[in-house]
């Protein structure tokens, strides 16, 4: 399993996992943002998002995150709160529990 280091030769052709694109307004969105310096989870745009996704589902409040991760960590807390109530303060919610993602 081990490869010397001078065997190893850079890819002929780029390997793109995801391509930007732009449709819409989306380039006058992050260029707005960019000049506003709110590049980042919150400004206007983000308030607005927010807004429109608690109407669409019909809750009081969202909150947009920065990464899909961050969203699924606050999934599985909120799980682990609503399965073993609320942890003691600088404990996590699911503390000395095993949580499987499959």
Known sequence: MFIKKDSKKPFDHKVW????TMHGEELKYITEA????WMSTV??????VE????EKVG???AVGLSTCT?????CVKLAGERLYGK????????E???VIAV
Request: net charge positive.
């Open 17 to 20: 996992l995801a391509s930007p």
């Open 96 to 98: 000395g529990t095993s």
């Open 87 to 94: 942890p003691s303060i600088s404990h996590g919610a699911l």
């Open 51 to 54: 807004r429109i996704a608690a």
């Open 59 to 61: 809750v009081k409040y």
């Open 34 to 37: 960019y000049e506003t310096n």
């Open 70 to 74: 961050a969203a699924l960590h606050l």
């Open 43 to 48: 400004g206007k745009n983000i308030n607005e």
